[in-house]
């Protein structure tokens, strides 16, 4: 199965931005929905956004309006695009194929002033 490598977290201060990258290992075109998770410290893993492969998203009322989720086939990367950012924000994000039941090592994302 495919291989996903998290990348583009960091410190940011309320209010700004990011742009989180999930490379694959092998080609995602022809895969079915992906999914971008975080697990803040301490608290269990929660489902951030989905992309289908016909590109239709879904994503949890904490973030919408705020993240966006994107996919390019053609690099075999998925992106989360993190505007608006909130303390509450800070986690350990990974990305995986949904129902799959694996994603990757995750990135941390730390939102602090």
């Known amino acids: 199965q495919v291989q996903l490598a998290e990348s583009g977290g960091g410190l940011v201060q309320p209010g700004g931005s990011l742009r989180l990258s999930c490379a694959a290992s092998g080609s995602i075109f022809g895969i079915g929905p992906m999914a971008w998770y975080r697990q803040p410290s301490g608290k269990e893993r929660e489902l951030v956004a989905t992309?289908?492969?016909?590109?239709?998203?879904t994503y949890a009322i904490s973030v919408k309006g705020r993240f966006t989720i994107a996919r390019d086939n053609a690099k075999n990367t998925i992106y989360l695009q993190m505007n608006s950012l909130k303390p509450e924000d800070s986690a350990v994000y990974y990305c995986?194929?949904?129902?799959?039941?694996?994603w990757g090592q995750g990135t941390q994302v730390t939102v602090s002033s």
């Open positions: 992309i289908s492969s016909g590109g239709a998203t």
């Open positions: 995986s194929v949904l129902g799959s039941g694996k």
